[in-house]
């Protein structure tokens, strides 16, 4: 099932008076945005660089990606994606192999065979629909947008003048995702949470009576370089896992506790119908209370060496 990401990308411009960027940055993270460019053109590199800390902070305490535009080695620093202009990555191709997740902003189908040429992971492709952010030049439309996703087999997001007005529209075009600006900046939380309901449904996986019950065990042995546990787990629950079962053994009662908390907060922008996350030992179960919907307790134990893995194994990782 292809997952369809909704993202922030901030101008603190943007912002009504009173406002301050993180305080609006951990505001999406707590609706369920699930990914946030930290955009913001106009400000000064040691400003930028003075809130991207807290911004990357921020982000991964609530599961959310964190992106860092333009400035590679604060990406490199915090070990985050990084989105670039596409005469950015022509100046710097080799950057493709220091960053592990590049996204390019592109403007034609050309522009995204390109970017996808010199490495990157994703295209930003816009603007799709007309803009305040744009004044004065016409949208590309929607035609635009299926073209590049046709032209690339990276996947692609939407950007300019869209809302949850036209989030259906995006989507049939096969785009991964959407990224909006002006209205994750300036609207009510309650708009907000529309829009995350709106992408959670388009999310939701279809399951009958037919389904068998896949069963996923977490390994963290097995998760890519700086991916959180629950991003994973939300990847496998969209790819028709019933069940989950957080294990990881080498983690101390409070480190695990956090993870399972991750994984449930994400749980709830996720529709599956049936979760589980199960250990053995039941007098730590209190340590969860506040979580009744599901049965979880922790048991401490050793990581195995992963070069006696056995080949035949499975893992969600």
Same mark, same amino acid.
């Given at each position: 099932?292809?997952?369809?990401?909704?993202?922030?990308?901030? &101008?603190?411009?943007?912002?009504?008076?009173?406002?301050?960027?993180?305080?609006?940055?951990? #505001?999406?993270?707590?609706?369920?945005?699930?990914?946030?460019?930290?955009?913001?053109?106009?400000?000064?590199?040691?400003?930028?660089?003075?809130?991207?800390?807290?911004?990357?902070?921020?982000?991964?305490?609530?599961?959310?990606?964190?992106?860092?535009? %333009?400035?590679?080695?604060?990406?490199?620093?915090?070990?985050?994606?990084?989105? $670039?202009?596409? !005469?950015?990555?022509?100046?710097?191709?080799?950057?493709?192999?220091?960053?592990?997740?590049?996204?390019?902003?592109? %403007?034609?189908?050309?522009?995204?065979?390109?970017?996808?040429? $010199?490495?990157?992971?994703?295209?930003?492709?816009?603007?799709?629909?007309?803009? &305040?952010?744009?004044?004065?030049? =016409?949208?590309?439309?929607?035609?635009?947008?299926? !073209?590049?996703? !046709?032209?690339? *087999?990276?996947?692609?997001?939407?950007?300019?003048?869209?809302?949850?007005?036209?989030?259906?529209?995006?989507?049939?075009?096969?785009?991964?995702?959407?990224?909006?600006? *002006?209205?994750?900046?300036?609207? +009510?939380?309650?708009?907000?949470?529309?829009?995350?309901?709106?992408?959670?449904?388009?999310?939701?996986?279809?399951?009958?009576?037919?389904? #068998?019950?896949?069963?996923?065990?977490? &390994?963290?042995?097995?998760?890519?370089?700086?991916?959180?546990?629950? @991003?994973?787990?939300?990847?496998?629950?969209?790819?028709?896992?019933?069940?989950?079962?957080?294990?990881?053994?080498?983690? !101390?009662?409070? @480190?695990?506790?956090?993870?399972?908390?991750?994984? $449930?907060?994400?749980?709830?922008?996720?529709?599956? =119908?049936?979760? @589980?996350?199960?250990?053995?030992?039941?007098?730590?179960?209190?340590?969860?209370?506040?979580?009744?919907?599901?049965?979880?307790?922790?048991? +401490?134990?050793?990581? =195995?060496?992963? *070069?006696?893995?056995?080949?035949? *194994?499975? %893992?969600?990782?």
């Amino acid at each position: 099932m292809r997952r369809f990401i909704l993202s922030a990308v901030t &101008d603190s411009s943007l912002l009504p008076p009173g406002i301050a960027l993180l305080e609006r940055i951990e #505001l999406l993270c707590r609706t369920g945005v699930r990914r946030i460019v930290l955009r913001e053109k106009g400000m000064a590199d040691s400003d930028y660089e003075r809130i991207a800390e807290d911004f990357v902070t921020i982000c991964r305490k609530y599961c959310v990606i964190p992106v860092i535009a %333009h400035r590679r080695e604060l990406a490199v620093r915090y070990g985050t994606e990084l989105q $670039l202009s596409m !005469d950015e990555l022509r100046d710097y191709p080799d950057i493709t192999g220091e960053i592990r997740y590049v996204g390019v902003s592109v %403007h034609s189908a050309e522009e995204a065979k390109e970017a996808e040429s $010199l490495g990157a992971s994703s295209v930003t492709a816009g603007h799709v629909f007309a803009t &305040d952010c744009k004044k004065g030049v =016409p949208e590309r439309g929607l035609q635009f947008l299926k !073209d590049v996703i !046709d032209s690339v *087999s990276i996947p692609v997001y939407a950007i300019g003048g869209i809302d949850i007005d036209v989030i259906d529209d995006v989507y049939k075009t096969g785009a991964s995702g959407a990224c909006l600006m *002006s209205t994750m900046m300036n609207s +009510p939380e309650n708009h907000v949470r529309s829009l995350v309901d709106k992408c959670f449904d388009i999310n939701k996986p279809v399951f009958t009576k037919e389904c #068998l019950a896949l069963y996923a065990v977490t &390994d963290r042995r097995w998760l890519r370089p700086g991916e959180p546990l629950a @991003s994973a787990v939300e990847k496998a629950i969209l790819g028709g896992v019933t069940m989950v079962q957080i294990r990881e053994k080498d983690l !101390d009662r409070r @480190s695990f506790i956090r993870e399972a908390e991750q994984c $449930l907060r994400m749980k709830d922008h996720t529709a599956s =119908p049936w979760w @589980s996350t199960t250990t053995s030992r039941s007098q730590q179960r209190s340590e969860l209370t506040e979580f009744t919907s599901v049965r979880m307790t922790y048991r +401490p134990g050793k990581r =195995p060496d992963p *070069s006696k893995a056995s080949s035949g *194994s499975a %893992h969600m990782m």
